[in-house]
């Protein structure tokens, strides 16, 4: 009967790794964590309103798990909470960005194409790729020839197919559930961001009470 009593004043909370807002929005607790709490408690807690985003915000709002507990503490009297996961939320605000016109986004676009094609060429040239296979052909065939079609164009479209394979993509479409080596590295540098954003938002905060 002591263990029942004990859950039934027990919430359970997991602050949500990155949750995205609009400028002026309101936060609940709801929107940057998961409770888990007694059915008395719970429409409380949906209630309870956790930050107000303001323009001072700018665009990056770290919501600690102790402020969390703090308002909740002064909420509900006698109850116990515990935390599961991270401690800290980060809330992007989404503001309105410039959209990218036409003829900008067709340059981008030339400059990574042909950019990406030079230094492909340039590795074959530093590699001496054209003489490799000149001289593969003369070993099967025992014939010279300065152009070896055979080897350079199924080369060629192996090597885009393996492009393709390589980052899982065709155009905007992706080929199976395994996410590519790009997404792999992109995934860890956002994590190395966002625990930069905690840490460095962590030490502002500090500095600017030890100034009050």
Known sequence: MWGVN???????????????????????LMDIAQVIAPETVISDLKSLMVHQ???????????????????????????EVQTIGPAQTIVEVMLQKKQMSFPLFLLIWFLLFFGSAMAIM?????????????KLYRIITGVEDSKPWIFQIPYSIGLGLGMI?????????????????????????????????IIHENKESMNRTNDD
């Open 6 to 28: 004990v859950l039934e004043k027990t919430i359970y909370i997991r602050m949500r790794n990155r949750v995205l807002v609009k400028p002026e929005e309101k936060i609940y």
């Open 53 to 79: 985003v303001t323009v001072k915000d700018k665009n990056i709002i770290i919501i600690d798990v102790m402020k969390i507990i703090r308002l909740i503490s002064g909420l509900i009297e006698d109850v």
């Open 122 to 134: 340039n590795f074959h040239d530093d590699v001496s790729m054209r003489s490799v296979q000149e």
């Open 165 to 197: 394979l390589f980052f899982n993509h065709v155009f905007q479409k992706r080929i199976n559930e395994e996410p590519s080596p790009l997404e792999v590295e992109m995934f860890n540098y956002q994590m190395d961001l966002d625990n930069y954003v």
